[in-house]
């Protein structure tokens, strides 16, 4: 599944000879205050979530990040399809934090696939952000979302259903990765977000 770089990710550990360790840098996100953005994610752009997760990366909070990050993906989704202009951003972004955010949580395959499956509960009992793209009715863009969310929760859930821990778990061992209970995940989520 494309949306949440997953076979990538997996790709490249299975077929490299030599993986470096996950990434620790701050990915290359602008960062914000995460807190004024996550406050209300209706008020914002969706991809202003992206930079909320860069900067609880920054400061040591992987989890959190992890969590809205995925909700970054689930958010920006239909606006992709609504506007291929976006589909560059949103790919870099997918590259850049991404792919640090999944290399990092594919150490723990139940801890990922739980806080993903917390982030697609969060992310469908938000209000959307007031934007829509140009020339979609109100009506068109609910029905829009709804269908992004629906095909992402499909993606994401085939996914995870072929998912085998223990390869992973072996390929991760063999290119020097950690393996095990996420490494330095920082701040909890908070306990509304489900």
Do not use: C
Not at 13 to 22: E, G, N
Not at 25 to 49: G, M, R
Not at 86 to 112: H, K, M
């Amino acid at each position: 599944m494309r949306n949440l770089g997953l076979i990538l990710l997996l790709g490249a550990l299975a077929a490299s000879p030599a993986v470096a360790a996950p990434r620790n840098e701050t990915p290359p996100v602008e960062s914000v205050q995460p807190e004024a953005v996550l406050a209300d994610v209706s008020a914002q752009s969706p991809f202003e979530i992206a930079k909320a997760a860069s900067g609880l990366w920054a400061r040591g909070d992987r989890l959190q990040a992890a969590f809205w990050f995925y909700v970054f993906q689930i958010r920006t989704s239909a606006w992709a399809e609504a506007q291929p202009d976006l589909r560059p951003l949103r790919a870099a972004i997918n590259e850049d934090l991404g792919r640090t955010v999944n290399e990092w949580l594919a150490s723990d395959v139940e801890a990922w696939e739980d806080m993903a499956e917390r982030a697609i509960a969060f992310e469908a009992r938000q209000p959307l952000w007031s934007g829509r793209p140009d020339g979609v009715t109100e009506a068109d863009w609910k029905a829009q979302v709804e269908q992004s969310r629906a095909k992402y929760i499909a993606d994401f859930r085939q996914v995870f259903a072929s998912i085998d821990p223990g390869a992973i778990a072996a390929v991760r061992r063999e290119h020097d990765l950690p393996v095990g209970p996420l490494d330095e995940p920082g701040a909890p989520l908070e306990a509304a977000w489900r």
